[in-house]
């Protein structure tokens, strides 16, 4: 990982450079075999749901299949001052939905 000399952003490898995204900046990226480059992240984990799960289980009403059954977790995906969001999916058709405390 490598921060821009300019604005302090994280910057990105492009080929043999480092480039900010933020003002542009670019440097030499030196002696390659010090970095490591890795795939972006996805911005929310993903949490796939099969016949057998840990999540528990709660009654909730599912949408799509009318179903009062769904194992929920919950995540923060908004700025950690805000509460976090509930996520269920149906036991039994395993649509999947969220809930927010709006």
Known sequence: ???C????????ADDGTWECGSC????????????TVTDDQEASEVIESSG????????ALCPECGNDRAHWY???????DESETRFFICTECEHKWREDDN
């Open 74 to 80: 919950m995540q923060q995906i908004r700025s950690a």
């Open 52 to 59: 057998e799960t840990s999540l528990p289980e709660t009654d």
């Open 5 to 12: 000399d300019e604005c302090g952003s994280m910057m990105k």
């Open 24 to 35: 542009g900046y670019t440097k030499p990226k030196g002696n390659t075999e010090q970095y």
């Open 1 to 3: 990982m490598e921060f």
